[in-house]
């Protein structure tokens, strides 16, 4: 955690305008975003995102690792709408139940409304449907939030918070809790093509993290990041992952 907060401070002054053209990558669901930070634009009309990328991460008292690869697609189906999904693969579980398959997911995001300046407002819907397995993963859960953003001199400043309704592996067997998801950060881009997000997010079960993640955008049409995050409270020690996203523009379906 502290060689995290080192690298952030270390990079501020660095830091220049963001080019606000770029397509970005994807959060949870495969709805525009950053790892752990809820973004507040969407993929333009006709627009494809492809991401996968590989995570590792160790749990506390000795719950093991694992070794996950969440494949994400976002579209961009009409003006200000998008449509996203995530399917995680377990390469490495040390659960020792050989289930690869995690819990699906799938949403959308809506632009809602664009201010002066850049400052944004998207709604956001989450369902995620229990398919990994009991203990491991979260199960059935269904989350409604908003996501926001504004720049402030050259950082772009998000927060983002949703309501979320957990029915566990047997939703209509047991019984339906409920709690919040939140998130702020930053992003700032340090050259035309690199860019620096970090941010804290948890929830209101007693998880929180802090993250730090690394974008460039030199490769023609995709981006490819590297994330970090250390657990201050959880199950979660800490994690590092890297991935990539290509943005294929115009489709028409």
């Given at each position: 955690m502290k060689l995290i907060l080192l690298f952030v401070i270390l990079l501020i002054p660095f830091a220049i305008e963001a080019d606000v053209s770029r397509q970005g990558i994807s959060a949870e669901g495969g709805l525009t975003g950053y790892p752990f930070l809820p973004g507040s634009r969407v993929l333009e009309r006709g627009f494809l995102r492809i991401q996968g990328r590989l995570e590792y991460a160790d749990m506390k008292?000795?719950?093991g690792s694992y070794l996950l690869l969440p494949l994400n697609i976002t579209w961009g189906c009409i003006e200000n709408l998008e449509l996203g999904g995530e399917i995680p693969i377990y390469l490495d579980d040390s659960s020792?139940?050989?289930?690869?398959l995690g819990d699906i997911s799938a949403g959308c995001?809506?632009?809602?409304?664009?201010?002066?300046?850049?400052?944004a407002l998207v709604f956001k819907g989450l369902i995620t449907l229990p398919t990994g397995s009991e203990?491991?993963?979260?199960?059935?859960?269904?989350?409604?939030g908003i996501a926001t953003s504004t720049?402030?001199?050259l950082?772009?400043?998000?927060?983002?918070?949703?309501?979320?309704?957990?029915?566990?592996?047997?939703?209509f067997e047991g019984s339906i809790t409920d709690y919040m998801k939140f998130s702020a950060g930053g992003a700032s881009y340090l050259t035309g093509d690199l860019q620096i997000i970090c941010g804290l997010d948890g929830t209101t079960t007693g998880d929180l993290g802090l993250a730090a993640t690394i974008t460039t955008y030199?490769?023609?049409k995709m981006a490819l990041f590297f994330s970090m995050r250390?657990?201050?409270?959880?199950?979660?020690?800490?994690?590092?992952?890297?991935g990539a996203a290509w943005t294929m523009p115009e489709l028409e379906f």
């Open positions: 008292n000795d719950a020792d139940d050989g289930h690869l995001s809506w632009l809602y409304e664009t201010a002066r300046g850049g400052s203990g491991r993963d979260a199960g059935s859960e269904l989350a409604f720049t402030f001199r950082l772009r400043l998000h927060t983002a918070a949703s309501y979320v309704l957990n029915g566990g592996n047997n939703p030199a490769v023609d250390a657990g201050l409270s959880g199950n979660t020690e800490y994690s590092i992952s890297a």
